[in-house]
C-alpha cells in the first residue's frame, strides 16, 4: 500500500520554542493531507485539512496561528507547532489519500511523531 | 457523517476468529463503513471497506447487514500482533475528513 512517514517521530523541547513535524507521501502525490492530535488513552481528533498550494482549514478550536501548517508541494505537507507549551504535548498523526485508490479511496496514516514540551 | 457505536474492549484467544461489532443505524444510502486499527504508539491502518455487499481482503473480511445499520469485522485467524483499537468509521466516499469514535480496544490473549 501507499507510505506516509512523517518526521521526527519524537521530538522533546523546551517550552516557548518552536517544533516542526514533517508529512511525506513517499510513493503518491496528495493534494490532501490531514493533521490529528492525539493526547493518551484518547481518540484522534482532527486539526486542520491541508491543501497544497493553498491555505490550511482548520477545524473549530484549533489555533491557526499556534498551528502552522504548509502543504508547498504534492508530497510535503509541514506542522509548526509555534511558542510550544506543556499543553501542547501530544501525538501527532497526518494522513493522505491516495488518488488512485479512486473515489472511495483509502487513508493513509503516518507513523506519528510524539512531542513533548518541557 | 453519522455516528457509530462500538464496544469498548473486546478479547480474542490467538488463533480463533475476532468479530468485532459496530452499529450505525443512521448511515445514509451514499456513506461507506471504513475499519481502521491503531496498534500502541502508531498511526491508523487501514484495513478495508465497504458500501452494502460483503467485502474480503488479506487482512479481514467485513459483513454488512442487509438494512446496513450494523456491521461486523472479522479477523479469521487472530495473532497477538492484532492487539490494537479497532474503529468503525462511515462516511461519504468523496469526504475525506475522518471523525474518529472511541473505537475498540481487541486484545488478543495467548
Known amino acids: 500500500g501507499a507510505v506516509v512517514s512523517q518526521h521526527p517521530s519524537w521530538v522533546i523541547c523546551k517550552s516557548g520554542t518552536s517544533v516542526k513535524i514533517e508529512c511525506r507521501s513517499l510513493?503518491?502525490?496528495?493534494?490532501?493531507m490531514f493533521w490529528y492530535r492525539q493526547f493518551p488513552k484518547q481518540s484522534l481528533m482532527l486539526m486542520a485539512t491541508?491543501?497544497?498550494?493553498?491555505?490550511?482549514?482548520?477545524e473549530q478550536g484549533v489555533e491557526k496561528d499556534k498551528f502552522l501548517i504548509n502543504h508547498a508541494s504534492l508530497t510535503l505537507s509541514t506542522l509548526t507547532v509555534t511558542s510550544a507549551h506543556p499543553e501542547d504535548s501530544s501525538f501527532y498523526i497526518c494522513?493522505?489519500?491516495?488518488?488512485?485508490?479512486?473515489?472511495?479511496?483509502?487513508?493513509?496514516f503516518g507513523e506519528g511523531s510524539r512531542l513533548t514540551v518541557l | 457523517d453519522a455516528k457509530t457505536t462500538q464496544p469498548p474492549s473486546m478479547d480474542c484467544a490467538e488463533g480463533r476468529a475476532a468479530n468485532l461489532p459496530c452499529n450505525h443505524s443512521?448511515?445514509?444510502?451514499?456513506?461507506?463503513v471504513y475499519w481502521y486499527r491503531q496498534i500502541h504508539s502508531q498511526g491508523p491502518q487501514y484495513i478495508i471497506h465497504?458500501?452494502?455487499n460483503n467485502e474480503t481482503n488479506e487482512m479481514a473480511s467485513l459483513i454488512i447487514t442487509e438494512d446496513r445499520k450494523s456491521s461486523t469485522l472479522i479477523l479469521p485467524h487472530a495473532t497477538l500482533r492484532d492487539t490494537a483499537v479497532y474503529y468503525c468509521?462511515?462516511?461519504?466516499?468523496?469526504?475525506?475528513?475522518?471523525?474518529f469514535g472511541k473505537g475498540t480496544l481487541l486484545t488478543v490473549n495467548p
Open positions: 510513493d503518491f502525490q496528495a493534494t490532501t
Open positions: 468509521i462511515v462516511r461519504i466516499g468523496s469526504n475525506y475528513k475522518l471523525t
Open positions: 465497504g458500501l452494502k
Open positions: 443512521t448511515i445514509s444510502g451514499n456513506e461507506y
Open positions: 491541508s491543501n497544497e498550494g493553498s491555505k490550511a482549514t482548520y
Open positions: 494522513s493522505a489519500r491516495d488518488p488512485s485508490g479512486g473515489g472511495t479511496g483509502e487513508l493513509f
